[in-house]
């Protein structure tokens, strides 16, 4: 087997050994991926600046976020689906970010449910929300991450409706997989996958199981998406989040800078800068031209995470140089889960924080919170 020296080659080893339809979701964005490219892009064009004669024989990457330990400024982004990455796939991001000692976000749309993740781990987790149109039923939802002790509700803003996803469509995803001559076919040279997915407990939504009739069976996920998600969601609506759950409060999606003041204006305890990896709006600037705004404007008051793009510790430091206090990853995840499981996923971390504690070595930096712009060749 070909030696893993970096993200790139989890993410081929995903795409070989987990059926297409499943793998482009993770990997692909909406529309013509611009936002996506843009994301990778303007990430890579960033420069680092070599020092030389620094001592850096000692170094840490240790930071907190959200007044939590963090081995490494990461934490493990919401991803919607990823039970059908690996069998029992949030239950392995869960265990090895545990192990790694950075942050899990378990989402909303996650095969296993909030008590199957709760049940093995021994750390708090946090929970991604999505607002549905039943407020109750997204109650029940924020009463379940509250008994299951999660620490943290990431609150994802910029998924009122969904973007269009060419290629979920043209692949016929659904949830659990349908079986189609076209995906047979494709899963019979992935019998692992089969095995540990198609034959396991785990192949539907297990947060949403009882809700509606349809969850189990959807003919497309937009369209689904389209009749339960709260196209009404606005600002105000956070105050009812705010009188639901008591915890530290994330809120996710931001890239404008008056949507910015408006989320530090609600006391949430963290934004997170994302475009939703490039899988909502197509055509928006990418996340890493967003931040250094939304820090000029919202730094003094609130924690600033970022998300977009991040497939090394390269980029993570960049981030940080930017004003970031912590990256989240979610296709770095994914091609890690899909790839070798709980082990693939602590390879992922294992390479960012390789590559960051190289790179700040090499940029003359002993410490991952006195990352500043300095690091940057601008
Ligand atoms: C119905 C499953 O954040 C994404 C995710 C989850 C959206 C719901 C998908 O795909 O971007």
Redesign the pocket.
Known sequence: MTTITNIEDLRLLARKRIPRAIFD?ADRGSYDERTISANRADLAALALRQRVMVDVSDRTTATTLVGEDAAIPVAIA????TGLFHGNGEICGARAAEAFGVPFTL?T?SICSIEDVAGATTKPFWFQLYVMRDREFSKSLVERAIAAKCSALVL?LD?QI?GQRHRDLKNGLA?PPRLTLANALDIATKPAWALRVLMGRRRSFGNLAGFVSGADSLTT?SS??AQQFDPSLSWKDIEWVRKIWPGKLILKGILDVGDARAAAATGADAVVVSN??G?QLDGAISSIKALPRIVDAIGHQTEILFDGGVQSGQDVLKALALGARGCLIGKAFLYGLAAMGEAGVTRTLELLARELDVSMALTGTRHVREVSAAVLDR
């Not at 919401?78 to 689906?81: A, S």
Request: hydrophobic share 40%.
């Open positions: 979701y919401p991803t919607g689906l989402s749309m994802t998924l969904q949830v996920l689904w998406i939703h990896g899988r």
